[in-house]
């Protein structure tokens, strides 16, 4: 089956085996082998697969109508979701836009804050500022915010090159500071970045409250949170959390940002958002910003997809369940285990530099030396093939290049929220 020819490319060739079915944290191929879905694919799957109240209210939704364009129709799914994403998010966060991915998700947040500045007079503002490492897609726009090498690289004469400053790998650093001095001391950098670019120029700052795939799971100190809110607070930038990855209940909470009780002005959700039950993701912000774009003529922004009664069936069905079956807890509580096992690998493998995480969201970092922190020779590629290993013995990780994306290797273990003690 896996010989078969394929017309088909994704990154590459590299066909792997046809996928046969889902079902809770296990997927089976067509061969009969079954994987433990380590990585919920990209971080997707936090329901697991082939939920039952999903799948009948899909059905459901399906047997009355699939689609209905939101500018001819209002649909109780969408309107439902959006009420109840208000209802799961921290209060200010109370107006809704609905897209199908994360790329959408993040453009439509900067595309929001901008027309939101125009109404107050600011058309100057025009500049997002974002971290080096990160990840917020990869259509020019969100690519022009991400910072990883290799995926700009080529496309680099296209964008404006939008400004980055260090995101807090403080794990890295090896000076004498405080956590809390780390932490503030990487949240000046924007405001030494915001100076440097000219206050009324710049727009918003984007970053993912822990880190996704490019930085591996990387959790800031405490005071890097609040101080950040602070410096766009004091310059009058909006601050937009990419929770994509980390939103919908995958670190413990349904937004990431809650664990610092720090509210964003704008948040972009997808993956768990739709778990893999349909291609679907949400800016949620204030209706401070909202209502005076919709005053003003409206958002000049829409996807056609975006909205459409059966995506948002699935995700209605998604937060539902999460509530329900107490997903989110059993998030925190399950990567307590999932960090306790880890820490006692790293114990045993010196080659392990780092272990980090919250939530279900963990990563390990390999390096060459614990002490100094030197990374693996990148040649070695030690994540790409450790991710093999795992794969034909029926564990599925994930890994990317840590550091920028030119060295560094680290994988992410970020099962499915319904995962058990003695399935981790
Ligand atoms: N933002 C973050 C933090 C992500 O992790 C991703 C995808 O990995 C994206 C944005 C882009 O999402 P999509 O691939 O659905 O466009």
């Not at 996928?19 to 944290?25: A, Q, V």
């Not at 964008?159 to 794990?171: I, L, S």
């Not at 679907?280 to 910003?289: D, H, K």
Request: proline share 5%.
């Amino acid at each position: 089956m896996t010989d078969a020819p394929s017309y088909l490319f994704y990154q590459s060739r590299n066909p792997r085996p046809f996928l046969d079915r889902g079902e809770g944290i296990y997927l089976f191929d067509e061969n009969g082998k079954r994987y433990i879905d380590g990585s919920s694919g990209a971080m997707v799957s936090n329901i697991g697969h082939s939920n039952p109240r999903v799948l009948a209210k899909m059905k459901a939704q399906m047997d009355k109508a699939t689609f209905g364009y939101r500018l001819h129709f209002r649909t109780h799914p969408s309107e439902d979701l959006a009420a109840k994403t208000v209802q799961m998010t921290p209060e200010g966060l109370d107006r809704v836009f609905f897209v199908s991915g994360g790329s959408e998700a993040v453009e439509s947040a900067v595309k929001l804050a901008r027309q939101y500045a125009l109404t107050q007079g600011q058309g100057t503002r025009h500049k997002v500022i974002s971290r080096f490492p990160s990840y917020h897609g990869c259509t020019f726009g969100a690519l022009d915010l991400t910072g990883y090498a290799p995926l700009r690289e080529p496309f680099a004469l296209m964008m404006e090159g939008m400004p980055k400053v260090a995101a807090p790998m403080t794990y890295l650093d090896r000076d004498n500071l405080t956590e809390e001095a780390r932490g503030l001391k990487y949240a000046d950098l924007l405001r030494d970045k915001i100076l440097a670019e000219g206050p009324d120029t710049v727009l918003a700052f984007l970053m993912e409250p822990v880190g996704g795939a490019s930085t591996g799971a990387l959790v800031a100190p405490d005071s890097y949170y609040t101080r950040v809110r602070e410096i766009c607070d004091e310059f009058g930038v909006l601050l937009i959390h990419d929770e994509v990855m980390t939103g919908a209940g995958r670190t413990g909470r349904f937004l990431a940002s809650e664990h610092w009780g720090v509210t964003p002005d704008i948040v972009a959700l997808s993956k768990g958002f739709g778990a893999g039950y349909a291609p679907l993701g949400a800016i949620v912000a204030g209706a401070r910003l909202v209502e005076p774009v919709l005053d003003a003529g409206g958002f000049l922004h829409g996807f056609t997809y975006a909205g459409n009664p059966l995506a948002c069936s699935a995700g209605l069905a998604v937060l539902e369940e999460l509530e329900e079956q107490n997903l989110i807890e059993n998030a925190a509580r399950m990567g307590d285990v999932l960090m306790d096992e880890l820490r006692a690998l790293m114990d045993r493998y010196p080659f392990i530099g780092d272990l980090r995480g919250k939530g279900l969201l963990t990563a390990f970092e390999f390096v060459a030396d614990r002490s100094t922190m030197e990374p693996l020779e990148p040649s070695l590629n030690a994540h790409d093939r450790l991710v093999e290993l795992a794969y034909q013995r029926g564990l599925i990780i994930y890994s990317r290049r840590t550091r920028g994306g030119t060295k560094g290797d680290h994988f992410l273990v970020a099962p499915p929220l319904i995962i058990t003690e003695g399935q981790i």
